[in-house]
């Protein structure tokens, strides 16, 4: 069935690094892909999206682009606040079905 | 404000114990979705309902029940059949077809069994 591979965390980085999270995924057909947020005792949050090859979804800064290529959807952000600590997920869904997340990656930022 | 809400943000149960955590939307969003978070394990879908009156289970639906009698809620069960219900539940509603993928969650409510 589908899936979503994050890589593991905890990501360490201080203020102003440049970040990326790797995300890759397996799926039959032609799925949208998305990165949620979720702040310390949150529900999540749509960070972006991409609903088709090639596509670059951005948003707060961050960036992602849907490689089908290589079946990928990493997310990048060049410099990064200590504001953005959270967990990120990525996630996929084929229209009609339930969203798949990846297991998550937690992000530290400091000072 | 438009949003979802999940309540008791706290719940502490005693082993044998059914509990229900409330879901309400107003959205009018067609579908609802129940999922699990534990630490390291991601979420996990349970249970998910398109429309009123109908639902499907999720990857780990054993254990769990839920009810869709009005669009605006749906609540979840939390059984004695289930073997480790002590998590974060996380309840989240889209508009359907082909933005099911753009979920808005609730804060989530997290349950302990002791």
């Given at each position: 069935?589908?899936?979503?591979?994050?890589?593991?965390?905890?990501?360490?980085?201080?203020?102003?690094?440049?970040?990326?999270?790797?995300?890759?995924?397996?799926?039959?057909?032609?799925?949208?892909?998305?990165?949620?947020?979720?702040?310390?005792?949150?529900?999540?949050?749509?960070?972006?999206?991409?609903?088709?090859?090639?596509?670059?979804g951005s948003n707060k800064g961050f960036e992602a682009t849907?490689?089908?290529?290589?079946?990928?959807?990493?997310?990048?952000?060049?410099?990064?606040?200590?504001?953005?600590?959270?967990?990120?997920?990525?996630?996929?869904?084929?229209?009609?079905?339930?969203?798949?997340?990846?297991?998550?990656?937690?992000?530290?930022?400091?000072? | 404000?438009?949003?979802?809400?999940?309540?008791?943000?706290?719940?502490?149960?005693?082993?044998?114990?059914?509990?229900?955590?409330?879901?309400?939307?107003?959205?009018?969003?067609?579908?609802?979705?129940?999922?699990?978070?534990?630490?390291?394990?991601?979420?996990?879908?349970?249970?998910?309902?398109?429309?009123?009156?109908?639902?499907?289970?999720?990857?780990?639906?054993?254990?769990?029940?839920?009810?869709?009698?009005?669009?605006?809620?749906?609540?979840?069960?939390?059984?004695?059949?289930?073997?480790?219900?002590?998590?974060?539940?996380?309840?989240?509603?889209?508009?359907?077809g082909r933005n099911t993928g753009e979920l808005f969650f609730g804060e989530g409510?997290?349950?302990?069994?002791?």
């Open positions: 069935g589908d899936s979503v591979t994050q890589m593991e965390g905890p990501v360490t980085l201080s203020e102003e690094a440049f970040l990326t999270i790797n995300c890759t995924y397996t799926a039959t057909g032609y799925p949208s892909l998305f990165w949620y947020v979720q702040y310390p005792g949150e529900g999540l949050q749509l960070l972006l999206k991409a609903t088709k090859a090639d596509d670059k849907y490689r089908k290529e290589t079946t990928s959807f990493h997310l990048e952000k060049g410099s990064v606040q200590v504001s953005d600590s959270a967990v990120y997920f990525c996630a996929l869904n084929q229209a009609g079905t339930a969203l798949i997340f990846g297991k998550g990656t937690t992000l530290s930022v400091s000072s | 404000d438009g949003g979802i809400t999940q309540s008791p943000k706290y719940l502490f149960r005693k082993e044998g114990q059914n509990v229900t955590l409330s879901c309400e939307q107003n959205l009018n969003h067609d579908a609802m979705y129940w999922y699990r978070q534990d630490p390291g394990q991601g979420l996990r879908l349970i249970y998910y309902s398109q429309i009123v009156n109908d639902f499907q289970k999720g990857d780990i639906a054993e254990g769990y029940s839920v009810s869709r009698e009005k669009k605006e809620s749906f609540p979840l069960t939390v059984t004695s059949a289930q073997k480790n219900p002590t998590a974060f539940y996380l309840c989240a509603s889209s508009t359907s409510s997290r349950l302990t069994v002791l």
